[in-house]
């Protein structure tokens, strides 16, 4: 008489094993997608936070240029400059557009005769020119 109980526990306890290496598979690949989602996040609120400080600069000044350059995640595809009653800056991204207001910034002479100004995001990286000419109360930006 043979017994194969130990082959059946056996088995069990290496579908418990896989089952387990696939919940700690999937938890991980998701664990990894979040950080990379708040890297994002934070990288464009410090693009937000460093595109004010520099027009709050030069707006401070009585004249200036400075070419800027930031870093943005590459979800990001363009940079936008509108008139707006409550935003005059937009992100344009594969999949959201969100807006936001930059103080201190002239938006006409910005977006000239055209509906907005868009700068593309070219391999994670936006650069753009801040003038403010002597007379000028606001700051305005070129590509």
Known sequence: MIKKSGQVNMSFGMIFSIILIIIFLVFGFYAIKKVIE???TIQIETF????????????KSVQGSQ????TLPTKVTAVCFEDDEF????FVSKSVITG???DNLDILNT???ETSLCIPNSK???????TKNY?????????
């Open 67 to 70: 070419e800027v350059k930031y």
């Open 135 to 143: 007379g000028e109360t606001l700051v305005t930006i070129s590509p």
């Open 87 to 90: 935003q005059n800056l937009r």
């Open 48 to 59: 937000l936070e460093d595109l004010q400080n520099d027009v709050d600069k030069m707006w």
């Open 100 to 102: 936001e207001q930059i």
């Open 38 to 40: 708040l890297q994002q």
């Open 111 to 113: 977006i000239k005769e």
């Open 124 to 130: 994670g990286t936006i650069k753009m020119r801040l």
